[in-house]
């Protein structure tokens, strides 16, 4: 013991006196500290990630038109819900539907002509091997046929056109949605590709939030998550992780999650904020 004490070093004892630590207790005191740093490590992996981040549209779309125009006619208003491939707006298309009809008669004329021309081929062509006419008169007929064949062609290719020419005037919906703003009015002239209005589609919803780097290997896609939105008092909800950034970004040391969620009666709105809190799936069964 006097050894022991001899190699210790000194300490303070709470009346104030001193007294030595043998350093064989040293290793023992690292050794508690080590332990009990990490049981704080695993309790700290072990707690449940929450982060809050704000609410989504599943889907949006802000839609312009194609070609320069006049609007003619607005068929929805700012929240009317619309179908996808629904016509929205519509510029003016007179000249182009004139256009249309203009080539329809046109491809009617040439399969006429052609299917006259082929009548002329196959009579003459019998003919010619009965020996009763010469084969430059043959040819004559059957070059006719190929040059009234080809007409019918570009004639269908023309109308086609025009047909496209004329469906760039009506803007359809790309998404089941609803129409949020209306960025031009009845009247007034647009450009090739700018913007008339747009709709969004909140019956799913993500809630977007951004966690530290070091949280990266716990959280993975498809994993499901509770939700709490306060659209009207406290909403809960249950989502899964839709996207998961695979890079942490260098300036903020985040990466971005978007958990998916329903949201079939449009009660929680896109632009509120929400608080995530992932879930294991012993977690996820006691939850739901």
């Not at 031009?184 to 969004?200: F, M, N, T």
């Not at 040391?253 to 978007?258: A, C």
Request: with cysteine; proline share 3%.
């Amino acid at each position: 013991m006097a050894l022991l004490m001899e190699s210790g070093v000194w300490g303070h004892t709470e009346t104030g006196t001193h007294m030595r630590i043998p350093i064989m207790i040293r290793p023992l005191l690292l050794l508690l500290a080590f332990a009990f740093l990490s049981v704080s490590a695993r309790a700290e992996d072990a707690a449940p990630i929450v982060a809050s981040g704000m609410v989504a549209p599943g889907d949006e779309a802000t839609l312009g038109a194609k070609l320069k125009g006049i609007i003619e006619k607005f068929n929805v208003g700012e929240g009317d819900v619309v179908k996808k491939g629904q016509v929205l707006v519509e510029l003016d298309h007179k000249i182009e539907e004139l256009d249309v009809q203009q080539r329809d008669t046109v491809r009617a004329s040439t399969r006429l002509a052609a299917e006259k021309s082929k009548r002329d081929y196959e009579n003459n062509k019998k003919l010619w091997d009965q020996k009763a006419i010469s084969e430059d008169e043959f040819r004559k007929y059957e070059l006719q046929y190929q040059i009234d064949a080809r007409q019918v062609e570009q004639s269908e290719i023309q109308y086609r056109m025009a047909q496209e020419r004329l469906e760039d005037n009506f803007i359809r919906s790309p998404i089941d949605g609803i129409v949020v703003r209306k960025l031009k009015h009845v009247g007034e002239p647009v450009d090739e590709l700018e913007k008339i209005l747009k709709v969004v589609n909140i019956t799913k919803l993500y809630l977007v939030v951004y966690l530290e780097g070091k949280l990266l290997p716990r959280v993975k896609p498809g994993q499901s998550a509770q939700i709490e939105c306060t659209t009207m008092g406290i909403q809960t909800v249950f989502g899964k992780v839709a996207i998961l950034d695979p890079i942490v970004d260098a300036a903020s040391g985040q990466f971005r999650v978007k958990i998916q969620f329903d949201n079939p009666n449009n009660e929680i709105k896109a632009g509120i904020n929400g608080t995530a809190t992932f879930l294991n799936e012993k977690a996820e069964a006691v939850a739901k």
